[in-house]
């Protein structure tokens, strides 16, 4: 019996050392990575900045939560404008009376800007190329059917 009360005990001890040698390995190098990234701060903290509000923007309008009331002001508060296609001196000041910018299109250019990593004006022009081809349509304008005669 003391053979495996011995036997037993150094089980114990070795399961005993391994499991905490494991455990403070794990604790130094979440120690360390904590260090590191406290140190790193100022690279990734802007990065996490806008990161949180390109997903903000992307969820508001995917869930709809933008799209409810959706008006040219609310396109205007998501981001949805720019200096090529500025909604508040076009459609606001001029008394547009429309609900504001199409769901679907917003929807697929959100997708588009974040997806990407493009400006506004570059999904927009993305999406309008994609609607394009969907419809036979040249990246220049022209249809791509074969039997379009043109006279020039």
Request: hydrophobic letters at 40%; zero cysteines.
């Amino acid at each position: 019996m003391s053979e495996t009360a011995n036997e037993t005990d150094s089980q114990f001890t070795f399961w005993y050392y391994a499991t905490t040698y494991f455990w403070h390995t794990v604790g130094v190098a979440v120690v360390a990575a904590a260090l590191v990234l406290f140190h790193l701060r100022r690279r990734w903290v802007p990065k996490l900045a806008g990161w949180r509000h390109r997903r903000n923007q992307y969820l508001s309008l995917i869930n709809g939560a933008a799209t409810q009331g959706s008006s040219f002001q609310d396109d205007i508060d998501s981001g949805l404008t720019s200096a090529n296609f500025d909604l508040a001196s076009n459609n606001l000041s001029n008394g547009d009376s429309r609900k504001g910018l199409d769901e679907q299109g917003k929807k697929q250019v959100v997708l588009i800007m974040n997806k990407q990593g493009v400006s506004f004006d570059e999904a927009r022009a993305i999406y309008a190329r994609q609607k394009m081809a969907s419809h036979q349509i040249g990246p220049d304008g022209m249809p791509l059917d074969p039997k379009l005669v043109t006279f020039s």
